[in-house]
């Protein structure tokens, strides 16, 4: 495929910022390439500078449940500019989508918007330590919670990729109150639980973990998070950045029937736009202000312009009940094509509309069988997926994920391609 123009904007853009992107996972080091700039998109479908067409499967790492450019939500968007940008006060429209955010997650009892995933987690931490009075954290090794200093310990994502699982410029004190421990691992939880239980003010997870790639939560696991935390009188934060609105109306506390203290929602809350959020019991969330004494604030919270896209997606969701079952058919037809192609070569976990290909013959459950993958195949995987128009996560432990836009065109034509980069491998091997 023609690049000229990505490589060079990548040469330009390099000189003015850090690895030329705003987001390391962009810079495609993971695979070693290139990476293409987007002019637009519309649908299933991206357009590079250079254009070429991909069918997307990274979907701006998540939000696009419903595809790029829905004109539903556009228009809206678009409408709402034309009133303000951003006003620094109330408006009626941050109550509209708070009060459908409460109505499909009904454990969000209160809950405050804010502007990134990593803001919300930042702050839901903060309230649980302030209504336990307690300052240690638990997080899973693997589990991405964002970049805010705390939880920047063994995390994943691109992280994970770049074999940095710690940052430069965190002072130990940050992090000595972050106790990690292994995801699916409940004896491991307990053996901390018995030595620090009464110091730990919550335990937070990734429900279904989606940045050491995808990797769901073994039978009782979630159930033996929300007793031991009861046990303990700590709080259970559910980080649903990614889950939340995608696994189903209601996330994955509505799929596993789990109900958690707190939860952090981002990506589809805010249909594209900035936006993330933060809510759980009453009590905890009128700890904060201006209510009580948690304090967290943002001047661009609540804006009209994220809250519209928002709005518009959510209410989709809402009304459209066939979304989740098509989207979950056509990624396990995607699952199934990789197995069928890959064989026992390679580790295919799905949840819902996520999915991962690992090329381990192991197992993936956690942290240690994800990273047992061999990234150099994955690289060379994703660049004849990306070569032949298909668009994925360039890194071994990231998601792929699928939307109510993808049609059937799009998924044959993917198990297609899947299935001739199987090939590939064999006749090398």
Avoid at 207 to 217: D, F
Avoid at 296 to 309: C, D, H, I, K, R
Avoid at 315 to 338: H, S, V
Avoid at 421 to 429: D, R, V, W
Wanted: hydrophobic share 40%.
């Amino acid at each position: 495929m023609a690049g000229s123009k990505s490589e060079a904007l990548f040469k330009k853009s390099k000189e003015i910022m850090p690895g030329g992107v705003n987001s390391p996972v962009r810079a495609f080091q993971a695979v070693n390439q290139t990476p293409v700039f987007i002019e637009r998109a519309k649908g299933s479908k991206i357009y590079d500078v250079d254009g070429n067409v991909y069918i997307d499967y990274v979907c701006s790492w998540g939000p696009g449940i419903l595809g790029h450019a829905d004109s539903r939500i556009t228009s809206a968007v678009k409408k709402t500019c034309d009133n303000g940008l951003t006003f620094g006060a109330p408006t009626e429209k941050e109550y509209v989508l708070a009060s459908l955010i409460q109505e499909l997650v009904p454990s969000m009892e209160m809950l405050r918007l804010v502007n990134s995933g990593t803001e919300a987690v930042m702050s839901a931490i903060r309230a649980a330590r302030g209504v336990t009075g307690r300052d240690k954290i638990i997080k899973f090794r693997g589990c991405y919670h964002g970049h805010s200093d705390g939880l920047l310990v063994k995390a994943g994502s691109g992280a994970l990729t770049q074999s940095v699982p710690d940052s430069l410029g965190v002072p130990a004190g940050y992090t000595e109150s972050t106790l990690v421990a292994e995801y699916n691992d409940i004896s491991f939880l307990k053996s901390l639980f018995e030595k620090y239980g009464n110091e730990i003010a919550a335990v937070i997870v990734e429900p279904v973990a989606a940045n050491m790639g995808v990797v769901p939560p073994a039978t009782g696991f979630l159930e033996g998070l929300r007793e031991i935390t009861e046990q303990y009188k700590a709080l259970l934060v559910f980080d649903e950045v990614i889950t939340g609105f995608r696994l189903a109306k209601g996330g994955a506390q509505e799929c596993f029937g789990i109900v958690p203290d707190i939860t952090v929602l981002g990506k589809i809350a805010g249909g594209g736009m900035p936006l993330a959020v933060y809510g759980g019991r009453r009590d905890i969330m009128e700890m904060v202000a201006p209510l009580g004494g948690v304090y967290q604030a943002g001047t661009l919270s609540g804006n009209p312009v994220a809250v519209t896209a928002g709005i518009e997606t959510l209410r989709i969701l809402k009304e459209d009940t066939g979304i989740y079952d098509k989207i979950e058919e056509n990624t396990t037809k995607i699952r199934l094509a990789a197995q069928e192609a890959f064989g026992s070569s390679v580790c295919v976990n799905q949840a819902g509309s996520l999915m991962s290909v690992f090329f381990t013959e192991k197992k993936v459950t956690d942290y240690k069988t994800a990273v047992s993958s061999d990234t150099t195949k994955y690289a060379k995987y994703f660049a004849y997926m990306l070569e032949n128009g298909i668009y994925i996560a360039p890194s071994q432990f990231e998601a792929m994920f699928i939307s109510a836009a993808h049609t059937d065109e799009d998924i044959e034509r993917t198990c297609e391609i899947i299935k001739q980069a199987a090939g590939i491998f064999k006749c090398s091997t």
